[in-house]
């Protein structure tokens, strides 16, 4: 079995061709007067391959292996195909059966199961047509962001999973520990934590942007691509307690040029998936959201509104609209807030600046005002925050005295202070949530069904 072999998106591209090998999962049966029908997929491409078993070619016990979810591999010839459709077909003259699916208790027998019945089945969902289609994309997310980070000077780099800090201040972490839960070391009544593996209580990492910010002012242009970890308990559609996030950050950068990479990048990857995946895209825009397509079209021309959050609030208390959580200056956007302006009020990408420093993290450069931070998020259609960033505050005093403001330990940023004190640089960077994208360009309403196996508060199945 040769790694070369084709696949099938290969063989559904090709000439027709003697004596071809097709190895894949059988995805439905048909008979009809002796013929049989298969059609089997190895998720090389959203298509699969139509296989034509002629009256008598193949034996009578092989046949009733072929079920579906069996893992198989036909041989025969490359034929034109006489449906509409499909280009080729292959007529089949052997068959090898790897696996056998046993027909009555293979779970993905029926067809328009719900997504969440497919979520207790995450090892099988996946040979499914939608999440063909999703990891596909994803695939697709991933490989466009390094092309388009490298092509730019970007340098790719590897920032630590586990962390001594808390980057956002918010306290959502998970908490690293070999420490024998049952009975843990005391000290003053707490876990002692300076007898765990680390000397110190460690977490999983939020974000790793404190980590990228030290390769920035040393490679100008970086970026890092990894999974993040928030212990928040929130059960909602846009939350995961594991996911990606793509994380570039530029020295000799202001909150203006951090905005304007964010619009660039955000456009090519629309532009990469528009190019690269018609076939999964023609299929969500079928299947999962009518407007999928058009929307994506929509935002690679159109130029993405800018506001500062100010606006952005008297936009909202003008709005007339009755919301949830009450508006006025100073409040966190919630989501309501955030899909009214980039839905309803702008109807399309909406990029809101200069938050409140209450509201958000320590490293934000202070304004002038000394009331706002030069923080940006970005808000799309449908999902609201896509994006997060900020230009960081690259004045040592004014960085420790946001430190002790916000009641955070000064000791854990000793090392993020000292950037501050040694060749400190303006510069800017933000945080793309990958599974947000890739909902954005997918359509898909849940979280928990862009991501292979996903952790949410009650479930780490898989
Ligand atoms: P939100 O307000 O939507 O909870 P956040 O402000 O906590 O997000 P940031 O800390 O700014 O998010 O993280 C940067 C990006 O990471 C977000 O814009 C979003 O795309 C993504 N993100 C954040 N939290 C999650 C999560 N729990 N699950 C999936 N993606 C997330
Ligand atoms: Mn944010």
């Not at 084709?6 to 004596?19: A, F, T």
């Not at 092509?151 to 306290?171: K, N």
């Not at 925050?385 to 040592?396: A, K, T």
Request: include cysteine; charge should be negative; charged fraction near 25%.
């Amino acid at each position: 079995m040769d790694y070369r072999r084709n696949y099938i998106k290969h063989l559904l591209e090709s000439q027709p061709k003697q004596s071809v090998s097709a190895y894949g999962w059988v995805k439905t049966r048909r008979d009809s007067k002796g013929v049989h029908f298969v059609q089997i997929n190895d998720g090389s491409c959203f298509a699969d391959l139509q296989v034509v078993i002629p009256d008598g070619a193949i034996a009578e016990d092989l046949i009733k292996r072929i079920t579906v979810g069996a893992c198989v591999r036909f041989e025969g010839d490359l034929v034109e195909s006489p449906a509409s459709g499909q280009r080729v077909e292959l007529t089949a003259k052997h068959v090898e059966i790897f696996g056998d699916a046993d027909p009555v208790s293979y779970p993905l027998q029926k067809k328009g199961a719900s997504f969440e019945f497919l979520r207790e089945i995450s090892h099988l969902r996946v040979r499914g047509n939608t999440f063909g289609a999703v990891f596909r994309i994803r695939n697709e997310l991933s490989w466009a962001t390094h092309k388009f980070f490298h092509d730019r000077g970007f340098l790719y780099v590897h920032t630590p999973i586990i962390s001594a800090s808390d980057c956002e201040g918010a306290g959502a972490m998970f908490t690293v520990t070999t420490l024998d839960l049952e009975n843990p070391p005391r000290k003053n009544e707490k876990v002692d934590f300076a007898q765990d593996f680390f000397a110190r209580q460690a977490y999983l990492t939020v974000s790793g942007q404190l980590n990228v910010e030290c390769f920035a002012q040393a490679f100008t242009n970086c970026y890092t691509f990894g999974p993040t970890f928030r212990a928040e308990n929130s059960s909602t559609a846009r939350h995961l307690a594991e996911f990606w996030m793509i994380e570039p950050e530029q020295a000799f950068c202001d909150l203006e040029g951090n905005i304007n990479l964010a619009e660039e990048y955000l456009k090519y990857l629309i532009e990469h998936v528009l190019q690269n995946c018609a076939q999964d895209l023609a299929f969500f825009n079928q299947r999962i959201e009518p407007t999928v397509i058009e929307t994506l079209e929509h935002v690679r021309e159109s130029a993405f509104e800018r506001i500062t959050y100010t606006e952005a609030i008297k936009l909202l208390e003008q709005s007339g609209e009755t919301f949830e959580y009450p508006v006025s200056w100073g409040c966190d956007l919630q989501s309501e807030h955030e899909r009214y302006l980039t839905e309803k009020k702008i109807g399309k990408p909406v990029i809101v600046t200069d938050y409140p420093k209450q509201i958000k993290a320590f490293y934000m450069r202070m304004n002038d005002d000394e009331k706002t931070v030069r923080a940006m998020d970005v808000l799309v259609p449908r999902i609201g925050e896509i994006i997060g960033g900020s230009q960081r505050e690259e004045r040592h005093d004014v960085l420790l005295h946001r430190i002790r403001e916000a009641g955070l330990p000064e000791e854990p940023y000793w090392w993020y202070l000292d950037l501050r004190k040694y060749g400190s640089a303006p510069h800017s960077g933000f945080g793309l949530g990958l599974e947000r994208m890739l909902m954005y360009v997918t359509g898909m309403k849940n979280i928990r069904d862009v991501i292979p196996f996903y952790r949410v508060p009650g479930s780490a199945e898989f």
